[in-house]
């Protein structure tokens, strides 16, 4: 822990948001004494279509132990149809192994999670605060920025540090920077925050609710957020808790893959290398988007000698050079499968909260015909408007910058899990096991005991602390540091006893400093003021020692199994 620091936002008029996406990220920034206007980034280095995003890939050489980045985005993405491609590794889509509940086969380098995003951050951050600064050199320095980071809010709180350590990592911010200096925001309320902003185009009035479907390359993330009018503006307060899972459009680029593998049959496996990864990205940037279940679809294929290999072409759909992919195998085999697991989440979200005024889609894949049409047939009957706002792929990444911005706009959150200490209560006979009693000279006691701070579902306004007081025993001469441990658990029934139960996990542990001073005696007592808070996208915790404040943002255990 810190010693408490007084974050001054003026000391960084530049506030810039990073949406680190699973198959593209994106930037945006703004000017803090000009909030009116969010610049995006949209040309980016040996950019081959026009997206205002790049591609989320790294490319390392296969023989260099040091694994040093070669290229990344575009450009990584045009060396892999080089002859040269062989001798080189291209990570993708790597941001699906923070999802926890996700089976991932380990990545095709020999690096962690965290190296190979902070790899990315590092270059992308690089290139980026270049493009900002070309026309400013004079006006402005490199400490001036401050930061918004996007993640996912079905991420787990370790997920969520593992992003910060990769900012730090990537030289983005200095370990040493007050921690405000960097927020994390959650991909759903960024995007809410953008809609906000458009609310009056659509109507949306005091006490309506909107969901955001924010549907990406990797995860699809909703909440639904309530409207307050107030004298100070427009406010938002989460209504349900954020569910979301990964079945964004990248699944639909694998069951592609499925399909064309299985119309090619034992052929398959005698192409060259890069056909069917390049029919795939055909499919991803031509007949995804504007695919509406009803159309039947032509992929063409490149010309080479294996298709004429093909014992009958007519038999699998080839015509003219063209692969003819009806709209009902489409339907079956690629978008249904996926489409309906993000129906599902949609569902959840309604059972939830009752009375949903409109359902923003939001994202890449939140942006798809198809998926639009879905949802207005199955929901169009429950929910009055169903729209997808101008430029859904920029949503997150410009409402992130208007979080940061105005970061009190969002007033309330809905805690996704339930939160609790280690401590140690009196211990009741009869209900506690022997083996968690423990003599003191001031009582019997029964450890392990799980001390809630924030239950699941609980609503959390976004500055309210919450306490807790301790009482700390000087048993040595020597000062000694202490460490509270935070634990979790995802349950909906009944909350555990103790920290050992089944389902509870340790998150972190809060450090604190001595609180005793050095002219204390062996078995005097002082206690400390421990306060959370849980109402922010990272958990911030406070220990109250002698008058002294100290505060830390979680370091969460074992960022380096991912």
Not at 6 to 15: H, L
Request: overall charge negative.
């Amino acid at each position: 822990m810190q010693q408490q620091q007084f974050f001054n936002p003026k000391a960084y008029p530049i506030v810039m948001a990073i949406d680190f996406g699973t198959t593209y990220s994106g930037c945006a920034y703004a000017y803090a004494l000009d909030d009116k206007e969010v610049i995006d980034i949209t040309s980016w280095p040996r950019q081959s279509v026009s997206y205002p995003k790049t591609p989320t890939l790294n490319l390392y050489k296969k023989d260099d132990p040091e694994h040093k980045l070669v290229a990344w985005g575009w450009k990584a993405k045009l060396e892999t149809l080089k002859p040269s491609a062989r001798h080189h590794t291209l990570l993708d889509q790597y941001k699906l192994h923070l999802d926890e509940h996700m089976r991932n086969s380990p990545l095709a380098v020999d690096i962690t999670v965290l190296d190979a995003i902070s790899d990315y951050l590092a270059v992308f951050h690089e290139y980026v605060v270049g493009e900002i600064m070309r026309g400013f050199a004079n006006n402005f320095r490199r400490d001036h920025f401050r930061y918004c980071l996007t993640v996912p809010a079905m991420w787990s709180d370790k997920a969520k540090n593992l992003m910060r350590q990769a900012a730090i990592k990537a030289q983005i911010i200095n370990e040493t920077d007050h921690p405000d200096r960097l927020m994390l925001i959650s991909e759903p309320e960024a995007a809410a925050l953008y809609c906000e902003r458009k609310c009056d185009q659509f109507d949306l009035v005091h006490g309506d609710r909107f969901m955001i479907c924010d549907a990406g390359g990797g995860t699809v993330d909703l909440i639904v957020f309530e409207i307050a009018v107030t004298s100070a503006g427009r406010r938002l307060s989460e209504v349900t808790k954020g569910h979301g899972a990964s079945c964004g459009s990248v699944f639909l680029d694998r069951n592609m893959r499925r399909l064309l593998e299985q119309k090619f049959g034992h052929h398959a496996a005698n192409f060259p290398a890069n056909i069917i990864p390049n029919l795939v990205d055909t499919f991803a940037d031509f007949i995804k988007p504007q695919f509406d279940g009803i159309e039947d679809q032509f992929l063409q294929l490149p010309a080479n000698r294996c298709f004429e290999d093909l014992e009958d072409p007519e038999a699998i759909g080839i015509d003219d050079g063209y692969l003819v992919l009806s709209a009902a195998e489409l339907k079956e085999h690629v978008f249904e499968p996926v489409v309906k697991d993000v129906l599902t989440l949609i569902q959840e979200q309604l059972t939830q909260s009752r009375n949903c005024s409109a359902i923003f889609m939001v994202g890449g894949f939140g942006s798809s015909n198809y998926l639009y049409s879905r949802t207005k047939v199955q929901f169009g009957g429950q929910v009055g408007l169903i729209a997808i706002p101008p430029r859904p792929e920029l949503a997150v990444v410009r409402g992130a910058v208007c979080v940061g911005l105005n970061p009190r706009v969002v007033t309330a959150r809905i805690a996704r899990r339930s939160y609790g200490i280690s401590s140690d209560q009196p211990f009741e006979k009869g209900r506690d096991p022997l083996t968690k009693r423990k003599f003191e000279v001031n009582g019997v006691w029964c450890i392990d005991r799980f001390t809630l701070f924030v239950k699941k579902g609980q609503k959390l306004n976004v500055d309210e602390c919450i306490s807790r007081e301790f009482s700390f025993t000087k048993y040595t001469e020597a000062p000694e540091d202490y460490n509270i441990a935070l634990y979790a658990a995802d349950g909906d029934g009944n909350l555990p006893r103790y920290t050992t139960d089944a389902g509870v996990v340790k998150l972190a542990d809060i450090p604190i400093p001595c609180p005793h001073p050095p002219t204390a005696r062996l078995g005097s007592i002082i206690k400390v003021k421990v306060i959370m808070n849980f109402g922010l996208n990272e958990i911030k915790a406070e220990a109250d020692v002698g008058g002294k404040v100290y505060s830390t943002i979680l370091q969460f255990d074992a960022v380096d199994t991912y």
